[in-house]
């Protein structure tokens, strides 16, 4: 079976069979994800995982134990999402100060109190606009406070937003709810900041052939307005052109989008570009 296949199979499974979970669990398998990366021992989080968990870093299958997880990074940042509707999270670490620097976004799926399924989009040098430094300066001035109950926008608000965000990569005619302002972070390059910061700053440029965005796997979390959508991004990547892995992590405030950050893995340096 194809690898997309299976693993489109694996999620189906794991949504049926999963339970309902609280903000608290998720956010335990958040911090015990982050102190497994940060230390290198594995164990920290296989202890909460199902014996036939689904590992993936860059859409490729791995043994758990011999992927990114298992060595040791500095974590300079990080910063989470909680899903309680799908059980599930997302977490985006930025490792600047580590002998190897990262930008990771990691998805976990839940199934029966366990995890079941972890897709990591894994960033380091020779990736599109890789700059941990500048990732980590921007990250860190950003806010992405719990927003009030009574203004919170609704999951398919949220999730409306990033599709039309990337419906617009592939389709110029395609009206994104930029928010005024608005930030891109994508790799280490900021457009957006100071009296830049207006939407215009986080309009994409057309792309000189359509394209859909494929292989969308997403993470919702009311509490703070963010969606991150795992995809596959077509075009960037000469080596790829049907898409290389790459995850848009994206805050909603009001209906309109504030922040956005893409990390996007590249098979060749730069993605041949």
């Known amino acids: 079976m194809h690898p997309y296949?299976?693993?489109?199979?694996?999620?189906?499974?794991?949504?049926?069979?999963?339970?309902?979970?609280?903000?608290a669990q998720l956010q335990d398998a958040v911090t015990a994800y982050i102190n497994a990366q940060a230390s290198g021992q594995v164990s920290t989080i296989t202890a909460l995982a199902s014996s036939s968990i689904n590992y993936t870093e860059n859409d490729a299958v791995l043994d758990i134990t011999k992927g990114v997880l298992a060595q040791p990074i500095t974590i300079d940042f990080n910063r989470s999402m909680l899903d309680t509707t799908q059980c599930a999270t997302f977490t985006e670490l930025t490792a600047a100060t580590s002998k190897h620097p990262y930008v990771i976004h990691t998805r976990m799926l839940f199934a029966d109190d366990k995890i079941a399924t972890m897709q990591s989009v894994v960033t380091d040098d020779g990736d599109?606009?890789?700059?941990?430094?500048?990732?980590?300066?921007?990250?860190?001035?950003?806010?992405?406070?719990?927003?009030?109950?009574?203004?919170?926008?609704?999951?398919?608000?949220?999730?409306?937003?990033?599709?039309?965000?990337?419906?617009?990569?592939?389709?110029?005619?395609?009206?994104?709810?930029?928010?005024?302002?608005?930030?891109?972070?994508?790799?280490?390059?900021?457009t957006g900041g100071g009296s830049r910061a207006s939407a215009n700053t986080c309009k994409m440029p057309q792309f000189p052939q359509p394209f859909k965005i494929t292989n969308r796997r997403y993470v919702i979390d009311e509490e703070i307005g963010g969606l991150d959508i795992f995809n596959n991004f077509p075009f960037i990547e000469k080596t790829k052109p049907d898409g290389t892995p790459s995850s848009n992590f994206i805050r909603v405030e009001g209906g309109s989008?504030?922040?956005?950050?893409?990390a996007t893995a590249c098979a060749t340096r730069n993605c041949g570009r």
């Open 128 to 190: 599109w606009a890789f700059n941990a430094t500048g990732h980590l300066a921007w990250t860190k001035q950003e806010k992405w406070d719990p927003i009030p109950e009574a203004k919170r926008d609704s999951r398919d608000v949220i999730k409306a937003a990033g599709d039309a965000y990337l419906d617009s990569w592939g389709d110029g005619s395609v009206k994104v709810p930029y928010g005024t302002p608005c930030a891109r972070l994508e790799g280490g390059s900021y």
């Open 5 to 23: 296949l299976l693993l489109g199979a694996s999620l189906s499974l794991a949504s049926q069979a999963s339970a309902a979970c609280t903000r």
């Open 257 to 262: 989008i504030r922040y956005i950050h893409e």
